[in-house]
């Protein structure tokens, strides 16, 4: 091979082309969570889960899905996702599941678990990179027939290729979609497993029943604990504080508004025509001017009005936060524990996107005899019962706490350390509530930390969705939440920390109390009835005395 | 505002759009470094000063780059990078600043700063976002006029629209390229500051020159070190342990090679003859089909008979990593230590990628007495000598020691903890080599480490290209060079440890024999003078008697 020589500007030139974004994503498929085989099986399923649940809420059914994973070959798995949603219409399918950046979340605000337009025909494209094999789905919508596609994807052009394209004349729902794939991937159970993510799904979203059947074969269900959707979540407009300028000049040049005035009003939330004229008024610029020709310097001006100007938050009927009945509920479904504490913050914004911060706190003794006040105020030691799933959440007494991470109802299974809600929960002094911390770390105790983050638009900090990004206001909310719920915990552990000294001074006294008694009969000279009666007399004075 | 209603399939299809890679960007531009307004200012320098060194390097010139920062307003800044490239040829500019996932670098394997077409275009839009207005470029190629360009980005589109388009009749160079932007900044000296990344860039480029105006109007110059350019890296076809099934397939649609042996030899680099013969042997396939009829199932035979086929490792003049001579001078450069150790490992090789990791490590005490052997052999305390600068990098003995990441030579400042680089420094065992270590952290001591990683393709863990991402092979090689480096630099520290032992003994050695020779004196009733001579010869036997 000759050296390569020094090039010319004009060499260099002819050089250049463009790269289409599946390319992009192709070469680069960790940032999409498809960093090795075991990840690439979790992160599958969960863009199918995703879309399924959001789609079934966008159309008020109440969700009922099928997950199903097989393994086809050494390093290969055939993964089948069904929904009972409204179906996709036929010409849809292609683009939804066989073009990168191609989706109706994007552009609106409102709280859904997919944003992007990416996750599920990346997963396809990583199927057909490691298999051959592109996608398959099959859909139906009420009233029509089912229709199954099987698709390629052209990643020069970040096309979909149609590969077969058949009407089914029966099939076995009424509406839905199933999503049908081959990769390259591994199983294991375990933390960051598919098991993990789909239990942690029904924890977040009690009212949805999930079907799944794991490689070895083993079939499990996660029943509905509620039969009530979620409230719907609304569309909004982008709150002013939100817009940075670049963008406030594209919405000026692209505005159906008439005036300035009526720009305002119509494209913002929270603008009236008070808070209209305030910002124009500081803006030293007319009612009547038109937006199309407002030069950069009054945009600027424009901007920096904005800024100036007091205007209320967001509206919140954007959000549609899980609620602490719910956690509760969830919490107690798939988490067996001792006691439990949520909260449910009010909705606060960052970036002019509003949010809302949850919290549950499950706690419980996993091991050992535990006590308990029975109905004659007398302290009793039990013995737990558990199910067998509780271990998979709760930890031993020595272990670090497991924090759950959610947003818009999605499990956050990877990069805890590079997440907000860690650093938050690392930030909260855990000590004032009875649990241990190291220093610069996570609690240590039987607990698991439920933290729940819902907005218009969650900052994560890639594109796997993996972490939310640290904004200062997420981080204050998500302690404040975190100490809300906190403080009830610590309130029950001190009570169960009196109760255990309590339990042990009593084992002393049931100990020594006859000795006592043999004593007190020898030196008094009592008969054996008298002197039962006198460590009767004993121990009942010693137990009401006592202070709980 | 009304509730949203249940929708229909019909009505969710509706909603279905293309997103814009560059609407993408700009909703997500953390993810391409514009986090906040200090890590915006450092990565639009750092797009443009790599692309500046790209480029003069393929045209063979020696880098000559004028950076200037300029406050503008309270959040504002202006930046201004300039090169003596070859110069952009005139209908190239607009796409190349104006248009994401444009470029040269992408589709070719070749060691080069950029990789994604992506940086500089992002730096635009992020200006263009924050300010309103868009990069200009001036260019000018050899023996043609100089040209000057306002670009705006059409984000909806991600293409350039052209502001202004003049010819200059004089320019201040030959050949070169100015590009500036305002942009919301804020500046900050310090770890992770454009200083920092800077003089980073100076250590790993020595045939670098770089001026530097910061925005409080100092002015710093970085010399060169050497006239040679680094040895130039070749272009290499794709290595067959590294393609990917479906990227198989798509070689074998899109080749102009007729026959399947051909296309092997053709298409790949280290596949001769022979090695065809044997792959295609075990695949069981013809030498003479044709590739643009090989099925699914027979092009994944051909993908695992490549696996099993034993074929040499790629070539390795497709890289160009700085070198341990180099090393050493950019280390010597800009950081004054007692003593330097550098190591470069032969290529290896990650997913089909060739790859070199290279070391260096400063170490130096910068406090305090230090030990030296003067000319007589003889042992002396002597003070540092220290410039302004080595603070900088060189830490104290307490502190852990800092450690310098490159990738291509580019410095890479964010993202530390996450990164393989760090990762093999934490395990690798610095007790050993003279340092302490805390458990599961960096070793402590007053030492700089330089990793150089060098390769066709830097698996970068995010666009913002701020870690690497942990591939075993790369965590093995950064391992052993560290190990390497590390042996020399255990070596002299020992040593040192000796000399410091030895002068301790020596410290007492001048305190007592004084007073050995006053009580000499006594007992044997010498004068001064014989007092002072014994004294003499008993110091000068027992330094002549120490080991070293």
Same mark, same amino acid.
């Given at each position: 091979m000759a050296r390569t020589k020094n090039l010319t500007a004009e060499e260099m030139a002819r050089q250049q082309k463009e790269i289409s974004v599946s390319e992009f994503f192709a070469k680069n498929r960790h940032l999409l969570g498809f960093d090795n085989p075991r990840k690439a099986l979790l992160t599958t399923i969960k863009e199918a889960v995703d879309n399924s649940l959001d789609a079934c809420e966008e159309a008020g059914i109440l969700p009922d899905l099928r997950i199903e994973v097989q393994q086809t070959g050494e390093d290969r798995f055939l993964v089948e996702v069904q929904d009972n949603g409204p179906g996709i219409v036929k010409d849809q399918i292609p683009k939804i599941f066989g073009q990168l950046l191609y989706g109706s979340k994007f552009h609106r605000m409102r709280q859904s678990r997919? $944003? $992007?337009?990416?996750g599920i025909s990346a997963a396809g494209m990583y199927g057909q990179l490691t298999t051959g094999k592109g996608p398959r789905i099959t859909s139906k919508v009420l009233r029509r027939k089912a229709h199954r596609y099987e698709i390629h994807l052209d990643t020069t052009k970040n096309r979909p290729i149609i590969g077969k394209d058949e009407e089914l #004349? %029966?099939?076995?729902?009424?509406h839905g979609t199933r999503f049908t794939l081959d990769l390259e991937a591994s199983y294991q159970k375990g933390l960051r497993s598919v098991d993990d993510y789909l239990k942690q799904t029904a924890v977040a979203n009690p009212h949805c029943r999930l079907e799944y059947q794991a490689p070895d074969g083993t079939e499990r269900q996660y029943e509905r604990a509620t039969d009530t959707l979620p409230a719907k979540a609304e569309e909004i407009k982008p709150h @002013?504080?939100?817009?940075e300028l670049g963008h406030l000049i594209k919405m000026l040049r692209e505005t159906k508004s008439r005036w300035l005035n009526s720009f305002l009003q119509e494209e913002f939330? &929270?603008?009236g025509p008070k808070v209209a004229k305030d910002i124009l008024g500081t803006a030293k610029l007319? %009612? &009547?001017?038109y937006p199309s020709r407002i030069a950069r310097q009054e945009a600027d001006a424009l901007y920096r009005a904005i800024q100036k100007t007091r205007i209320s938050a @967001? #509206?919140?009927?954007c959000l549609s936060p899980i609620g602490e009945e719910r956690i509760l509920e969830g919490l107690q479904k798939e988490c067996d524990a001792e006691f439990y504490s949520v909260c449910t913050r009010p909705a606060a914004v960052y970036r002019g996107n509003p949010f809302v911060i949850e919290v549950g706190i499950a706690w419980g003794k996993p091991s050992g005899a535990e006590l308990e006040v029975d109905e004659r105020g007398r302290i009793r030691s039990r013995k737990r019962k558990r199910t067998v799933d509780t271990e998979d959440l709760l930890g031993n007494a020595d272990d670090t706490v497991r924090l759950l991470r959610f947003a818009n109802r999605v499990p956050l299974l990877y990069q805890q350390s590079a997440c907000a809600v860690t650093k938050a929960a690392i930030q909260t002094g855990w000590k004032n509530y009875g649990l241990q911390q190291p220093r610069g770390g996570l609690p240590v105790g039987p607990a698991v930390l439920l933290v729940h983050m819902a907005s218009v638009w969650v900052p994560f900090t890639s594109e796997s969705k993996e972490a939310i990004a640290a904004y200062p206001e997420i981080l204050k909310e998500v302690k404040l939440a975190l100490q809300e719920a906190g403080r009830k915990l610590g309130a029950y552990i001190r009570k169960g920390k009196r109760l255990k000294r309590e339990f042990e001074k009593r084992s002393y006294i049931d100990k020594y109390i006859p000795h006592i008694g043999i004593g007190l009969q020898e030196i008094l000279g009592f008969g054996d009835q008298e002197r039962h009666d006198l460590v009767e007399r004993l121990r009942d004075s010693m137990e009401t005395t006592r202070k709980i």
């Open positions: 997919g $944003q $992007q337009g990416i #004349p %029966e099939w076995n729902l009424k @002013p504080y939100g817009i939330c &929270r603008v007319s %009612e &009547r001017a @967001p #509206p919140t009927d």
